[in-house]
């Protein structure tokens, strides 16, 4: 069974830095996209950045580009979400989802497992 644990969320101010961690029990061994999404009050949860399989390749939001590094470690079955130059407009509440393949998606549907959430908000 797949369980994904996200940490890291909290308050910081505009301009500050967070690192989110997601700890992914129970895919050892399967190669598959990771990716991080996020929602915002009062709108729909949006895809910020995704990692394939190996971490050769990624993805992201033209929002966070350039701001927002995505990682993984697959020896510790982990995946890192690196976000800098922080603004009010990215507080949301993130979550760790595990796709069903290597391909990374921008569509919710393409991701079956999903973590609880971490809270972030940047203050302005």
């Known amino acids: 069974q797949v369980q994904l644990s996200e940490s890291g969320g909290g308050l910081v101010q505009a301009g500050g830095s967070l690192r989110l961690s997601c700890a992914a029990a129970?895919?050892?061994?399967?190669?598959?996209?990771m990716a991080w999404f996020r929602q915002a009050p009062g709108k729909e949860r949006e895809f910020a950045a995704g990692?394939?399989?190996?971490?050769?390749?990624?993805l992201y939001q033209d929002s966070v580009k350039g701001r927002f590094t995505i990682s993984r470690d697959n020896a510790v079955n982990m995946v890192y979400l690196q976000m800098d130059s922080l603004r009010p407009e990215d507080t949301a509440v993130y979550y760790c989802?595990?796709?069903?393949?290597?391909?990374?998606?921008?569509?919710?549907?393409?991701?079956?497992?999903w973590g609880q959430g971490t809270q972030v908000t940047v203050s302005s």
């Open positions: 989802a595990g796709g069903a393949g290597p391909y990374i998606g921008k569509r919710m549907n393409e991701y079956p497992y």
């Open positions: 129970g895919l050892t061994g399967s190669r598959r996209v």
């Open positions: 990692i394939s399989d190996t971490g050769v390749r990624t």
